[in-house]
Nanobody
Framework: QVQLVESGGGPVQPGESLRLSCVAS????????MAWYRQAPGKGRELVAV???????NSADSVKGRFIISRDDAKNTLYLQMNGLKPEDTGVYYC???????????????WGQGTQVSVAS
């Protein structure tokens, strides 16, 4: 069992910043990759940024230069630093992890419950 818990969302004005956190716990042998997704009401879930096991990162074109994904292994925590927020960044942000478990085939996918980010129009 693996649990992901997001925090750090909230209402902000355009141009402001937020830092989202995702704490991972449970039976994790190793992590293949972790990512942030977001979903606006009535729209599909989209990939925002990903960090793989080697530490390399990628982000969507819409957030390049503004969002930074990072991970603190000592704290089992994934972060998304969001700068220069825009109204179109509004949505529920979800933490995702693809993990390997000891004595089990993988990877396995896990999702957090999401944290709301609302950027005023």
């Amino acid at each position: 069992q693996v649990q992901l818990v997001e925090s750090g969302g909230g209402p902000v004005q355009p141009g402001e910043s937020l830092r989202l956190s995702c704490v991972a716990s449970g039976s994790i042998s190793s992590i293949m990759a972790m990512a942030w997704y977001r979903q606006a009401p009535g729209k599909g879930r989209e990939l925002v940024a990903v960090i793989n096991s080697g530490g390399s990162t990628n982000s969507a074109d819409s957030v390049k230069g503004r969002f930074i994904i990072s991970r603190d292994d000592a704290k089992n925590t994934l972060y998304l630093q969001m700068n220069g927020l825009k109204p179109e960044d509004t949505g529920v942000y979800y933490c995702h992890a693809a993990v390997f478990k000891a004595a089990a085939w993988g990877p396995f996918d896990y999702w957090g419950q999401g944290t709301q980010v609302s950027v005023a129009s």
